[in-house]
Structure formats: C-alpha cells, structure tokens
C-alpha cells in the first residue's frame, strides 16, 4: 500500500540536476531496520495493532504521517521541518519566515520563489484528506489529518537535542514548550550544519532536532460512517547543505581527509563556491602554519559560523593545492602553493614581523586534531586546508574580472588626477600621489577621516556631493568639527573638487571676532584667532593694545610697553587648513597712521609657529619655535626670509595689499621627516606689531589689518584645488547604489595603536586606485604600500542622520558598517581598494624565492600587547589586488604575545573584516577573518571546471534540512 502511495503521488525534486522522489526518504526510513521499521511498529509506546479497522485507521494515520513529512521534505518545503518560530495558523505561500534559504547558480529558488506550496501549508488547515490523492479535501474513504506538531532541538552544543520545544496545534494554538531560543534568532537556527564556536568538522548529531506530528487517521464506510485512530510519529531532522544530500560542508564524507566513523553521510562535496577570499592568483601562495586562525562569517540567524572556503586559483586544472606539489606557472617556478614546507625552511622576510622575518619554518606533520589543536586536521596538516577551512583549487577558464576592464576609472582629461596617475612614481617619489601618514613612529592617538558629503540643500558653499578630509594630529581633543554641524571652526577639507575653492578662503574681520570668515567663503579655519594683548588684562576686543572693531583690527600701543625687542607687542594668530590647495599664498591689506617719515620703519612680522621636526605649536607670545617668513614696512617694501617669495606691497589709496607665498620646502616631506610636512594640512601663522609705536619723530601709532585670506598666486589668483579624487554621479553602477568617488590611491602609514584611518561612506562609496603600470609604489615589506602595523586600523564606518539633503555629515563617525552591508560578489562596494593586474617586475623576493614578482605590499599587525582590542583592524573593504602581498603579523607571530584562547574565541575578535583577493597571503599568528555572505551567482560560472583537482562543488548555495527517519511512533496525542 505504502509502495503505491509514494509511487502514484510523487514528484520530481529538481536540484543540480538530481531526482527524488517525493517520500523515498521515508521508504529508506522503513527500510533501515531498527531506525525505521522497529521504532514504527514497535516498542514500548506503541500499542498492539489490533485488527479490523483500528487497525486500519491507525495505517491511514502513520501513512498520513509519512505524506506530511514527505511533502515537508520537498525542497520548497523544507522550513516548514523547523518552523517551531512559525506557528502553523501563520503558515502561507508568502509568509517570508518560511522562504527557502536555498539559491542557485542560476539564481533560481526551489519551486521557482522559494516559497512552500499550497498543498504543504494547507496540511494545517484541519482538514482531512484523501491519503490517495492530497488534493482531495474531505473525500475517499481513506483521510487523515494533522492534528498538532512539536519542534524540538537544542541550544549550539547542548547534547540533548530535545531541550528546547515548541507544540502548536493545527490552528496554532500553542500547547506546550521549554527551553530558550537565544534572542536575535529563530528556532531553525538551532538545526544547523556550520559549526558556531569555530571548532572545524562536526560530528553526527552535532546540530540535529526534531519534528513529530501528530495525526488522526479515519476508514469511512459506505454509510458515512467512520472508524479513526490518532498517533504521533517523530523524525529526525538533519540539516545539509542545499542541492547536497548529507556528508557536505565538512560534516563528513572526504573533503576533510579520511572519512570517521559515524559520519553524517558519503556526500564529498563542498557547498558551493564562497569568493570571500581568494589567493594565488597570478601564481601567488598562502601561508599557513599553526591552526590557530579563525576565518568566520555572521549568517542571517545572526550566528557566527566558519566560512565554507578559501579559494585558491591554479593555472591549470591539473594542479593541486598542498605542501608537497611543486609547481611551475607560466614558466616560473612558483614552489608548493601552502607554505610552510619543504622547500620554504629558512628565513624569509614577512612584513610586519617586529624583528623583520620568520626564524625557520616548521612544516605541520604529525597526528591531526580539531582545530585550532596545534597543525590541526589532516587537511591542514597537508596544506589542503588553512585552520580547518578548505582551500578549494579553483581553475578559472577566464580568469577573475580584469581590473583594467571592470574596476578602472577613466579620470577627467588634463585632470589632476590624470596627470599624476601617468607619473612614474615609487616609494622614494611619489609624484603627486596623496599620503597618509602618522608624523612620527611614536603618534598614538591620530585619526583621518575621509568621509562623502551629499547635503545638497544645505548651503555648504561647496555644491555636493564632495568628499572632504580632516587630520586630528593637530586638533583640540583630537577630534574633527564642522561649521556646518555648530561648530564655531572647520576641519574639513574638500579634496574632490577642481578648480577654484567656491567663495575663496578668507576672513574680513565683518564678525568682530575671533572665530569669523568672510561671508559666503569656504570655511578653511581650524581654530580660533589667538590674541596676544598685554596692556589688557582680561581679554576684550575692544580695548588695550590689539582690538577688532568695525570690520578691522587695529594694533597700537596704549601702555608704551612694547619695549626694543617687541616681545611685549600685539600679536593675532590663526590656523589655516591647506590641504588639496595648489600653492598656497596668504594676503592681507593693512594701512597705518604716523608721523614723520615711513621709510625703513616695520610695521608688521609674519611668522608661522613650526619647521621640520617641530611638532607642537609655539606659544604666540614667545619667539622661541616660530620660524620668520617676511617683514611689511610702512612703505609696502616686504623683506623675505625662511624661504619665502613675496613682492612688494601694492598700495591702493591709503591701503597696501599684501602677499606671501608659502615656501616650497614646507609643502613636501622634508629630508628625515616620517610624513608630509604639516603645511600639507594645517599651518599656523602669526602678524604681530613690529616696531615701537608711537615713539620717535618717524614713527608709526596704529597699523590696521583686514581681509586676511588664502591665495594661488602672488597675483592675487582665487584659491585653487588640487584634487586627488574626483566624483562620478553615473559610475559604478551596482545593485544597491550608482556613483561614488574615487581617488588616486594614497599610500597610508598609520603605524601604532590608536591611529585610525575612518572612511566614511554614509553618503557615498569611495574606491582607492592603485591600478597604474608606472606605479611602483609599496614593493619592499620595509616601505609597504599600507602600513597597519602595532595596532593602527582602517575601517569603513557609516553614521546615519534625519535628512542627508539637508544635514551635515555626522563628525567623528566611528560606527562600523554592517558585516553584511556588502554587494553582490564583484560589484563596486562602499569602500574599495583596487591594484594592479599588470605583471611587474621579476626581481624581488617572495618567501625564499627569488626572482618573484614585485607585489604590492600591504601589511597588518599587532602592538605589543595580548589584548584583541589592541589588534590593527581592516574593516568593511573589498581589497583585489592581483599582484598584491598581504601580510598578517598578529597576535601570536614571532615575538608578539598571543592572544587568550577564550578572547580569541569570541565573535569580535577579528582583524579582517571584508573581501579580499590577492596574489599572496601571509596569515601569521592569531588571525579572524570575517567575511561577509560572497557565493556569486555570475562569478561561479567562471569556473573552467568543475572537476578542477579534486574539486566538486554544488551549485546551490545556502543550507537546507531533511526529515531522514523515523525515531519514535505511539498512539495518541502529543499533549
């Protein structure tokens, strides 16, 4: 009877090109001995069978049983066997809780949508159903119907997988639970294959739970009436990776070396291909020794889990992935692709490595363990797995998506940024290539930020969107303000922009204090005016030796105290931002009143407050750190001195306009300095009275200054940009955004903990370009192309405000984007790094190996200290560099103390947060990489084939369950 209901009511399960028929799992389950036939007809809970039609009804029951379980078990139905969050009055076809995780290749859903079908959720609607045709409703003399259904599993680890339950009744009255579903998930979390804590392969049972149903089944006879016998089944509920069948995703079968006893099922294959992290490309290798890495991902129940892969490309699908397999890839010898081994034995630089290399290399060997024990499993042991994690070897027929053609941007023609990017340029010249460094190896506590601007319809001056700068090295509390949020001084600094700065830079004192700028000019003023008036001892504007007063300030001596050295005389002071500026010159007008002749008498000194090696600014009443650019005599007659150019005064009227150009020696790095001199950001300069008033026969009583401003020439040019990024309003074009800027890639130096390079995306995405041939910037592991080494980091962050058109970017934005906020796989993201992927040249040397290509090298470490919060941190970037070196020296490598193992274990003590795509990767000590959701509909196509070594993989992504026996049958109801 039973052979003919599955054989006239099946139907095909349609996944990578399988067929089941709908309740072959329960004809296995009765099949199976004493997990199926013993536990169903026989045992302690279930009565003697009886005879006549008790008997029959009870067969109609179990056999209804076996049809709900079967038609659950159909691949669009399948969360339906863990819906114990979804009571059944809940049940629909568009209820999203009980959608299909399940995604294909070809972007296809089980059933089409992914949602269950009419006939399963209709099983809970109370009514009976022709056990010979499920669509018949109250019809045929054989029905059944589901009555109740409980839920069952255990919380991650618990050994009792009945521990937490839910029983809702077929109209979703809830009849009895126990247990705690851990908050921020849903109880089909609790059945799940990937390993929560990390710990490497699973063993049967692991994440197992339960499904009984309880159902009446009814023999009607020929007058309507009807005999009927209730029973309660209960099936196991296993769960497996979508379009797999048990054994895949490292919980059994041979992708994790010899198969175990007990193991889950036969099923080698991995679950899909994830491009999360992809090495070896151009020939490039992975390090990895101990098994003491973690590389995780946060899935949708919010749980973190193990990735599924790491892909490793190989030229040919021939080659394989291990210790043990030399190889050649376009005629260079590449060595064995998993180092450490046996060639790679001797030491070898790894950038970021506190004492500059790696003492020998141990090659794992012995017995295998569960990670993160030592070598760890065999896998890894052979180099066919990395903590664990498999390394897929990956042929791609095509090769991964050319930089040159997908991830290029084609700069504005005679741009900045066109010109600079066709410069020959390395380490030692980096043309005009942006910087952006801590100032020296001792700074802890300095923040960049660089973050997109879209208010629009706030009256910023600057048309948005723009993408703006701010430096905190030399700022009060270190941190960034906005005139536009409140604030009385601006930080930010416009790098996007061509062209003339809207409104110029300036300040005509129209204010009457310290903390104004002319109106409608683009605010470039970090701090305040600074006074220096000893005749006054509090301080006012309106009285004693310096005042601001009608637009104007005026110097003079009231007290005659300036004395012969002038260290007594008025002073104003002020920071001024320059950055993004193309030679900076300052103006200013003043007139004077006197008596007598004017000629050889000096009205005013500037000065500004720092040269090389000084790193804090002077006082403005000493002269002691201030560094003289030029004196202004009565007459307009201007002597320069440090290095200065400036013409005469140009009086008009009564009123000498005049000029000052910065001097070149202090708008580039000077000889020994670790950075960018400080005029690339913030200069402070100081006017100051510079004769003795109001004595003598030719003397001068008062100087009035006014229009103090920022320049591009000694002509009185308006104030230019020299822009490093530039944006685009219809480039990339993504799934979730279109636009973003994009920006000559700066080389970043950040070194020690607390500097933190902050790019916020809130408004737009932002790409760095280090795509160019002639850019050899960052080749040696001493002068990398990014330096995060001693606990600096580089984070995308996002800040999100009531109106974005019309409201200011939040300052000081220091919230990570989500872990999951990411594109499709191979899209432009929020925040991306893009290198070369034209071969360099073959002259450097790459572990042990000579004559390797020149990678660009990025390197991440850790500071001295055995804390997770003190780890350098990458966070939210896609970084594809396909002649990129990335070297991880954490926690845990050479001399850096290791990490505890319960601080390690938990969920945010990673270091990697993101994509990232490389030629080579060194994962040296106790690294975290977390990586966001990255199976890729378009990019698996790309794989040249699916056989590639020992690679099978399939082509669904995600992680389903299957009811697969029978453990318990009794009479009666669960309640």
């Not at 002068?783 to 080494?789: A, F």
Request: net charge negative; charged share 15%.
């Amino acid at each position: 009877m039973l052979f003919h209901l599955l054989s006239g009511y099946a139907r095909a399960e349609k996944q990578t090109g399988s067929v089941m028929v709908a309740g072959m799992l329960v004809v296995l389950a009765l099949l199976v001995g004493s997990l199926g036939l013993v536990a169903v007809v026989s045992g302690s809970n279930l009565a003697s069978l009886g005879s006549g039609e008790s008997r029959d009804a009870q067969q109609v029951a179990e056999a209804g049983a076996d049809q709900i379980i079967a038609t659950f078990n159909q691949p669009e139905n399948r969360q339906l066997l863990v819906a114990g969050s979804t009571p059944p009055n809940q049940w629909t076809t568009t209820n999203a809780a009980l959608q299909s995780p399940c995604i294909s290749t070809s972007n296809e859903r089980p059933g089409g949508t992914g949602f269950p079908s009419a006939r399963a959720v209709g099983l809970a609607n109370g009514q009976f159903r022709n056990l010979e045709d499920l669509a018949q409703v109250n019809q045929g003399n054989r029905r059944f119907a589901l009555q109740s259904v409980r839920y069952s599993a255990g919380n991650q680890g618990a050994l009792d997988r009945r521990s937490v339950f839910r029983t809702f009744a077929a109209n979703g009255t809830a009849l009895s639970q126990a247990g705690t579903i851990p908050s921020g998930t849903t109880f089909n979390a609790l059945v799940n294959l990937d390993d929560p804590d990390g710990s490497g392969a699973l063993r049967p049972g692991t994440n197992t739970g339960f499904i009984a149903v309880t159902v009446e089944g009814r023999v009607y006879r020929p007058d309507g009436t009807f005999s009927s016998s209730t029973i309660t089944k209960e099936f196991e509920v296993v769960p497996k990776c979508c379009g797999g069948s048990f054994g895949t995703n490292a919980s059994g079968g041979s992708t994790s070396g010899a198969s175990a006893p007990g193991d889950l099922g036969a099923d080698s294959r991995f679950c899909g291909i994830e491009f999360g992290i992809i090495t070896g490309i151009n020939g490039g290798r992975f390090f990895s020794q101990l098994a003491n890495d973690r590389y995780t991902r946060r899935n949708t129940a919010n749980q973190v889990v193990n990735i599924g892969s790491i892909l490793g490309i190989i030229a040919a699908p021939s080659h394989t992935w291990d210790r043990t397999t030399d190889q050649v890839v376009g005629g260079r010898q590449v060595g064995f692709r998993m180092v450490p081994n046996t060639r790679d034995t001797t030491n070898d630089l790894m950038p970021g490595v506190p004492a500059g290399n790696l003492a020998a290399f141990t090659v794992p060997s012995g017995a295998p363990n569960p990670c993160p024990t030592s070598w760890g499993d065999a896998a890894s042991i052979a180099g066919r797995a990395a903590s664990c994690i498999p390394v897929v070897p990956l042929f791609l027929s095509a090769g991964l998506p050319s930089i040159t053609s997908n991830y290029t941007y084609n700069w504005t023609a005679g741009g900045y940024p066109d010109t600079v990017s066709k410069q020959t340029v390395n380490s030692a010249n980096l043309g005009g290539y942006p910087q952006i460094r801590a100032d020296t190896v001792a700074d802890n506590t300095v923040n960049v930020w660089i973050r997109g601007n879209a208010a629009t319809g706030l009256n910023q001056v600057t048309p948005g969107p723009f993408l703006e700068y701010c430096n905190t090295k030399y700022l009060v509390d270190n941190e960034c303000a906005s005139v536009f949020n409140g604030s009385d001084v601006h930080t930010w600094a416009v790098i996007s922009r061509p062209g003339a700065v809207d409104g110029g830079i300036g300040d005509n004192f129209a204010s009457n204090s310290l903390t104004g700028r002319t109106s409608d000019s683009t605010p470039r003023w970090p701090t305040p005016w600074e006074e220096r008036d000893t005749s006054n001892g509090t301080p006012s504007l309106t009285t004693g030796d310096l005042t601001i007063s009608g637009g104007q300030v005026t110097f003079r001596d009231v007290g005659g105290n300036f004395g012969t050295t002038f260290t007594n005389a008025p002073a104003l002071a002020r920071a001024v931002n320059l950055f993004g500026l193309q030679t900076p010159v300052l103006e200013f007008t003043f007139s004077r009143t006197g008596a007598g002749s004017f000629a050889n008498i000096s009205a005013l000194r500037l000065d500004y407050s720092f040269g090389s090696g000084v790193t804090t600014d002077a006082d403005i009443d000493t002269d002691t750190g201030w560094v003289q650019l030029a004196t202004f005599r009565a007459d307009g007659d201007v002597v320069e001195s440090g290095g200065a150019d400036a013409d005469d005064c140009v009086l008009s009227g009564s009123t000498y306009t005049c000029r000052v150009e910065f001097p070149e020696a202090a708008m580039t790095p000077a000889a020994g300095i670790t950075s960018t001199n400080r005029f690339s950001h913030f200069v402070k300069f100081r006017l100051r009275a510079n004769s003795n008033f109001a004595t003598g026969t030719n003397r001068i009583n008062t100087v009035t200054l006014d229009n103090v401003a920022i320049k591009s020439s000694l002509a009185g040019q308006v104030p230019q940009y020299r822009n490093v990024c530039e944006y685009s309003s219809t480039f990339p074009v993504t799934s979730s955004f279109t636009g973003g800027f994009h920006c000559l890639g700066p080389t970043v130096d950040m070194i020690n903990l607390g500097n933190v390079l902050w790019i916020d995306t809130t408004d737009r995405s932002t790409t760095f370009y280090y795509n160019r041939a002639e850019d050899t910037r960052g080749i040696s592991g001493n002068d990398p192309l990014i330096n995060l080494v001693g606990g600096a980091t580089m984070a995308n962050v996002a800040c999100a405000r009531g109106n974005p058109l019309t409201t200011a970017p939040v300052d000081n934005c220091d919230t990570l984007v989500p872990e999951n906020e990411f594109n499709p796989v191979g899209e432009y993201d929020r925040f991306n790094m893009f290198g070369r992927d034209t071969a360099p040249a073959n002259n450097c040397t790459d572990l042990n190996l000579s004559n390797q290509p020149c990678n660009q090298i990025i390197a991440i470490g850790a500071d001295s200290s055995a804390s997770s919060a003190n780890r350098s941190r990458i966070a939210g970037a896609w970084f594809y560099f396909p002649w990129g070196l990335f070297s991880f020296a954490v926690n845990g490598c050479s001399s850096i103390p290791a990490i505890p193992a319960a601080e390690f274990a938990g969920d945010d003590s990673w270091n990697f947060g993101g994509r990232l795509w490389a030629r080579t990767i060194y994962a040296c000590g106790q690294n975290h990489f977390r990586v966001p959701p990255s199976a890729s509909t378009d990019l698996t196509q790309l794989v040249g084939a699916s056989n590639s070594a020992d690679l099978t993989f399939i082509r669904w992504d995600g992680i389903d369950w299957v009811a697969r026996s029978s453990t318990a049958a009794r009479k009666g109801s669960l309640d």
